[in-house]
Nanobody
Framework: QVQLIESGGGLVQTGGSLRLSCAASGRTFSSSAMGWFRQAPGKERQFVCALSWSGSTYYTDSVKGRFTVSGTMTRDTVWLQMDNLKPEDTAVYYC?????????????????WGRGTQVTVAS
């Protein structure tokens, strides 16, 4: 059974940092793209960043220079380092993985999802 389990969320002040982790199990993810999405109350799920099987990364404009995605070679663990956090970063953050090596920015591109971890940035 495939599982993606996020951890590391919490409450932080504006300008602070958090490091999210995603533990992936149940299949081999070394050829998968691993993505992070977020969803704020009343809003659609939004792409944050992704890490391809080859190590390429892609970030949405609003987090460039502040967030960094990384992972182990096997992609059994993926991290999202979030620095200089802003109140608008407040959301539930989800880890996602593709079944194949396709690298995408839409939620529909991803086949496996975690349950999410809450990130709250206080102003």
């Amino acid at each position: 059974q495939v599982q993606l389990i996020e951890s590391g969320g919490g409450l932080v002040q504006t300008g602070g940092s958090l490091r999210l982790s995603c533990a992936a199990s149940g299949r081999t993810f070394s050829s998968s793209a691993m993505g992070w999405f977020r969803q704020a109350p009343g809003k659609e799920r939004q792409f944050v960043c992704a890490l391809s099987w080859s190590g390429s990364t892609y970030y949405t404009d609003s987090v460039k220079g502040r967030f960094t995605v990384s992972g182990t070679m096997t992609r059994d663990t993926v991290w999202l380092q979030m620095d200089n956090l802003k109140p608008e970063d407040t959301a539930v953050y989800y880890c996602a993985a593709t079944a194949e090596s396709f690298f995408g920015t839409r939620a529909t591109h991803y086949d496996y999802w975690g349950r999410g971890t809450q990130v709250t940035v206080a102003s």
